[in-house]
């Protein structure tokens, strides 16, 4: 079973992903935490994020691995462990930017596929179910207002004591949608075959039941 997860910065992609594969036992691939994991590579190398070219080079050779758990995903970039490396906001900031490069997005779509390959899986992203896996078993679009968003986001950075405002994080979300729904190569768009799950008036544990009641239908039919 493949079962994709795409949608805008924000929507709750990562934390339902990791949710359905804990309940499933699946195993969870995120795909946003191998960009970042390019995004580090690139920034310890020293190669300017404005040499395309050079940057494709990096993500091609660059060996990401994921694996363990849901809750304790390992994020090795040629043999190393960078899982908290790859969480600072400068790395955040710079796998966005990263993201809209073709040669990378190609380079990370190829490693998806090959992770993809080891059996059960739960994928979430931008482009999982239009590019990476088209014919997934199961296919589902997040998505929430972008100032819902923004709250959740500005939350969880208090949590982790960074020194950002609302105004700040609200306009970093508009930045990436602009970015997201306009680069040339895998733009952020929903699937045809998707579910579309608005969460701007709904709980995280509302959209897992909902989630969860689609994954046991399709699995029944």
Known sequence: MIIAIDGPSGAGKSTLGRMIARELNLLYIDTGAMYRAVAHAITESGVSMADGRAVARVAE??????????????????GRDISNEIRTEEISHAASVISVIPEVRRALVHRQREIGARGHVVLDGRDIGTVVFPNADIKFFLTA???ERATRRYDEDRLRERDITFEETLADINTRDQRDST?????LAIAEDAVVIDSTELSIEDVFERMMEIIREREIA
Do not use: K
């Open 183 to 187: 680069r040339e190569d895998s733009p």
């Open 145 to 147: 207002a972008p100032e």
């Open 61 to 78: 050779s660059a060996r990401i691995n994921l694996a363990g758990d849901p809750d304790s995903l390992q994020v090795t970039l040629d």
